[in-house]
């Protein structure tokens, strides 16, 4: 049973717009939700995370929403730029306990 | 410069045979953490240990064994058990009382193939 899924394998946007990458989880008793960004053939690096008490995160370019209700939250990044072409994890966990992890969305920005 | 090294960058194995793959942390880290990710599979948890000598299995534990003798290290041994092994493991470790907004640090990865 998947508690965080990414329903998106893939997305395509033009550099420069947004690019919004989704994930939902199943479990209400999740503490943090974080994103991970990962290039091919290396390690996934943290990006920012939201605790379950917050409904938004900002750093930089980057934001998380969060809403609770929906049990959905989503990465913002603005303004895209080739860089970020990579696959984002969405995660989560409870405090103390193991993260788990969606399966990923393949982001490429278009030149 | 702290942070986690994991060897060989590339692994062969021949079908039958052991292999360990070696992973190094010095960032203090309490626990360690052992994935395989498959193309659209995803991260899944093999192995992991929140404490010198002890370890839990994770989602996907038959064919592998890990040991903690010592905090740094958290080896892992792909047994000739494991049917489908080629794949790229990544080694990842974090404080026990983490803060979780920052998550856990991973290493570079390996990739093993069977020949």
């Known amino acids: 049973d998947q508690q965080v899924k990414q329903n998106s394998p893939s997305l395509s946007v033009q550099e420069g717009r947004i690019s919004i990458l989704n994930c939902d989880y199943t479990?209400?008793?999740?503490?943090?939700f974080l994103w991970y960004k990962k290039y091919p053939a290396e390690g996934p690096t943290f990006l920012i995370s939201?605790?379950?008490?917050?409904d938004k995160n900002e750093d930089g370019r980057f934001t998380v929403f969060l809403n609770k209700s929906a049990k959905h939250l989503s990465l913002h990044i603005v303004p895209s730029q080739p860089g970020d072409s990579a696959v984002y994890f969405c995660?989560?966990?409870?405090?103390?306990?193991?993260?788990?992890f969606g399966k990923g969305t393949r982001l490429h920005i278009l030149p | 410069d702290g942070g986690i090294t994991q060897s060989p960058k590339y692994l062969f194995r021949k079908e039958g045979q052991n292999v360990t793959l070696s992973c190094e942390q010095n960032?203090?880290?309490?626990?360690m953490y052992w994935y395989r990710q498959d193309p659209g599979q995803g991260l899944r948890l093999i192995y992991y240990?929140?404490?010198?000598?002890?370890?839990q299995k994770g989602d996907i534990a038959e064919g592998y064994s890990v040991s903690r003798e010592k905090k740094e290290s958290f080896p892992l041994t792909v047994t000739s058990a494991q049917k489908n092994p080629t794949a790229f493991y990544l080694c990842?470790?974090?404080?026990?009382?983490?803060?979780?907004?920052?998550?856990?640090?991973f290493g570079s990865g390996t990739r093993l193939t069977v020949v």
């Open positions: 995660a989560a966990c409870r405090r103390d306990d193991k993260i788990i």
């Open positions: 939201i605790s379950s008490i917050k």
């Open positions: 479990n209400s008793m999740f503490d943090y």
């Open positions: 960032l203090n880290h309490d626990a």
């Open positions: 990842a470790s974090s404080i026990r009382d983490r803060g979780l907004l920052y998550g856990y640090t």
């Open positions: 240990s929140q404490i010198v000598n002890d370890f």
